[in-house]
């Protein structure tokens, strides 16, 4: 079992920046994939940008050039720094994390969430 923990999150104007963390617990052998997710009232949750093991980034179009994303293996924790933050930005941020298990398998985990707002 993988617990996650997400913190960071809160209210800012449009234009400002925010560091979300998400502190990792349990058993890690075998996370491959960490990623954050975000879902807006009324709107599906969406990738918002995703870190492998190896380093690899991909991200939504919507925050490519304003957020990265980061993971520190020693801490078990994985960062979304966002910068020029848009009112458009402003949703529940979940982190994410999958874990291969055996024969093929894989094990997906979330984070209870952290409330981001940006306001115009």
């Known amino acids: 079992q993988v617990q996650l923990v997400e913190s960071g999150g809160g209210l800012v104007q449009a234009g400002g920046s925010l560091r979300l963390s998400c502190a990792a617990s349990g058993s890690l052998f075998n996370i491959n994939t960490m990623g954050w997710y975000r879902q807006a009232p009324g709107k599906q949750r969406e990738l918002v940008a995703a870190?492998?093991?190896?380093?690899?980034?991909n991200y939504a179009d919507s925050v490519k050039g304003r957020f990265t994303i980061s993971r520190d293996n020693v801490k078990n924790t994985l960062y979304l720094q966002m910068n020029s933050l848009k009112p458009e930005d402003t949703a529940l941020y979940y982190c994410?994390?999958?874990?291969?298990?055996?024969?093929?398998?894989?094990?997906?985990?979330w984070g209870q969430g952290t409330q981001v707002t940006v306001s115009s």
């Open positions: 870190i492998t093991s190896g380093g690899s980034t």
């Open positions: 994410n994390a999958d874990q291969k298990g055996p024969i093929g398998s894989k094990y997906v985990y």
